[in-house]
């Protein structure tokens, strides 16, 4: 006891109370900050077919896609992407909602190539808005098979072999979640906002890897029709999101959400715009995050506090402290990007999102004030607006 007594009586005459409880709060925050990218190795190292299955074989599947206005460029292209997966029992079926008999005509002509097309068509009426919850309804009462796969006509996916992967996941859980990133384009907006929806992503996926399942993307998730209808259908009917968080979140258990995670998986948004539309966007997606649990709001946050401290706390040892502490701190934060940049990289890597991990440092300055930003500024939409 005397020892340690010597030891701190030295300490406090040579560093002073302030100057350890700032080192003991630089290494608490350090820790705090190496814990949670440890976390996200589980994102490269997870193999879905380690889980116990619940089907023998891939299943027929539906592949549900609501199409909201007159998208030619998506009938000619982006339809054809589904059309023509690389999958043996499959179909698409196309919720059309709107009044324009001809784009219908060409839609539902696609059928004669591909009798695998399925398509129905909702009436659109100011006075009765619909909503993309009301879209998949329908078509999940149209589709003919259990499991449903669901996306968008932003998206595409990635290879022939999406909807077989995504299949393959319903081996394993009633519900399965891949992955969607956003068109790469050479811009630094196009970096920070990919950046921002990979570190979003890989929070709902390491939490849903721990058996907290909370989110998915609305470009690129399933479950089974027994699961929806058990259940009544969609939640937060008076909110015009959530279908792909809040509805997860709420029938998903701790074994039965299956993460597909595979480059050839994931599926790909396509840019319409510059910086309002990434903003716009990011608010869009926003609406529902009050409705999380606990955990799922605290998750990022506690991330950006504990970053936050260590980052003050680390540059005020660098300035303030002795030599030998500024080593120290000097130490710490090259070691803090060095386990950064590798463990972004790994689950970057898993689910082939290139070209991000590098540019960390940037990031981790900007990425608290985006999200401070963000989160303070009111949505593009109404909550009850049709889109």
Known sequence: MEFLLDITTSLKEHYTIPGIALIVLMLCAFVAQIWRYVAYARVAGF????????????????????????????????????????????????????????FYADLKHLHNAYPHLTTTQIKFSPRYPITNKTALNIGIKTARNECIVITSTD??????????????????GDIVLGYSNIEQQPTITNLLFRKYGFTDSLAWITSSIAG???????????????LYFSVRGFNYLSLNAGEDDLFIESIASATDASIVLSPRARCTEQCWGGWGWYTDRAKD??????????????YTDWELCSRFVFQLSAIATLVLMPLELKILAAVLIVLRYIIVSFALMR?????????????????????????????????????????
Not at 69 to 89: V, W
Not at 212 to 226: D, I, L, P, V
Not at 285 to 298: E, F, G, I, K, S
């Open 285 to 298: 997606m926003l609406q529902t995050r009050r409705y999380y649990p606990t955990y799922a709001r605290n």
């Open 155 to 172: 998206a595409r996916p990635a290879s022939e072999r999406w909807l077989s992967l995504m299949a393959k996941g319903f081996m394993y």
């Open 47 to 102: 193999r879905l077919s380690r889980r116990a299955t619940c089907r023998e074989q891939e299943p027929p599947v539906s592949v549900i896609v609501p199409i909201f206005s007159e998208n030619q460029d998506y009938l000619d292209s982006g339809l054809l992407t589904l059309l023509t997966q690389e999958y043996a029992a499959f179909e698409v079926v196309a919720v059309y909602v709107g009044n324009d008999d001809n």
């Open 347 to 387: 689950a970057a890597n898993r689910i082939g999102e290139r070209g991000i991990a590098a540019w960390g440092v940037l990031f981790d300055l900007i990425e608290p004030a985006m999200r401070i930003f963000l989160r303070n500024s009111k949505p593009r939409r109404a909550d009850n607006q049709w889109r």
């Open 212 to 226: 907290k399942t909370y989110g998915a993307t609305r470009h690129n998730y399933g479950f089974t029709k027994s």
